[in-house]
């Protein structure tokens, strides 16, 4: 099995979500696993000097409006939380957690996470709820809601992100083929010629 | 026929060209025209804070990637010129002046004259090579280059640009489909859907 697809997110971003829901199965068709590595857009944007999207004149208003429309036209459940966008060190933590702990219920995990944000309007910024979806899928509540709180998994998504900002991630999602880069759940198109083709 | 597809975009906007190659045909399938609007994407950063993507820290060097790779995604010919960006005064303002003086003309001019910057690498901000394309297509030089120096002319710019902000266009392409906004080339399947649909 070749290398992974690398999949950069932030659990906040509508369009790593739309994304999130699809990467899995695109992979697969060609032989290939996701990395899923969830990091905090916060950071990139004190780098980028941008901000969420809604907070941007003119794009702000838009962007709301074209999150809907994609996700209807991928026939994706989504509504948009309030609020939004919400902090997300808390179910990124727990997704460092399971790389040590269960690596193959990471996927699982990450899209329960995204649904109970972006379809159930549950605020997953707080360790609690995270803990929760973590639960509902059968992991040890108690010890998830510890790892969020654990220094070395902070420091894990902590150095994530600065990894991320160094191989120029600047927005969700993030997807590396080989190496090669492709931002936005708008590039799957590509991302799947460069797989079946190896590069174009 | 139904209202046109409105079409805003800039001519150094290299996901303007690659839209631009397509949008007719698109349109043309659902029996729909479309209306060119150039404008300065100069003025619209002033209103968001953004700037050329070349610009930005992180999502440039993406961009020039990125625009090289969907350019040949599309298999349209794609060479980022230099200077890029360009100021695009005089290329606006003549369509602008066709609009009144040659309508049926305007497709063929713009497409001429982003194939002069993206694929011959001209520099279009010069009056004399705008000038210089349109006639290569038969319209007259001199005409031309004086309809760039018009006031009513650079004040018809003026006020599409204002328009357009005022309508919420922050980037190139922004493509209306019966006043339903659809911002960047990446937009074009659901474009095309609700041209087929009349919404979804």
Known sequence: MSDPVEFYFD?????GYLAATRISQLAGKYGRGVAWKPILLGAVFKVTGSGPLPSLPLKGPYSKRDMERSARFLAVPFKLPDPFPVSTQAPARAIYWLEQKAPGRIEACVLALYRAYFVD???ISSPDTTADVLASLGLDRAEALAAIGEPAIKERLRSA????????????????????PFWGSDRLDQVERWLKSGGF
Chains 1, 2 share one sequence.
Do not use: K, L, N
């Open 11 to 15: 659990f906040s971003s509508p369009y």
């Open 161 to 180: 992100t600065q990894t991320a900002i160094e191989r120029g991630v600047f927005g969700s999602p993030y997807i590396f083929v080989d190496g090669e």
């Open 121 to 123: 309007g549950r605020d």
